[in-house]
């Protein structure tokens, strides 16, 4: 399988898991709502994500190219962040039921490490960047 078939196919998954949960709010372009609009990803969190270590973000390594979006949907009660590690990228408290802003991901490629910054949660997920 090539580079591109399984950027397709990783793309194809998170579309088709976003739908399983409800789908995006924010396609209409006319009403963006407070999500910030469509991105290139968009990363679900789980129900009850507070404890669930790696699991908390579904997908668990979200892949993207250099520039492509991601937003993620909080499919939890509770508010979380996807807050990089190495401070790449944060998207701030996203509250039960909401989405982030669409977060760019830039720089070199390669795995991003992400955790959620409220005290006392175990999240943990990773963006692949590739060429
Ligand atoms: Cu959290």
Known sequence: MNQTT???LSLTAVLGLAAGCGGDNNK?????GGGGGPADVTVSIVSNAMNAGANAYSPDTATVQV???IKWT???AMTHTATADAGSFNTGSIGGGSSSSVITISGATGVRAYH???????MQ???K???
Do not use: E, I, K
């Open 6 to 8: 399984r950027l397709v």
């Open 28 to 32: 209409n372009p006319m009403n963006p």
């Open 67 to 69: 520039g492509q979006t």
């Open 74 to 76: 909080n499919n939890d």
């Open 116 to 122: 959620c910054s409220v005290a006392g949660h175990n």
């Open 125 to 127: 997920g990773w963006v």
């Open 129 to 131: 960047v590739t060429p």
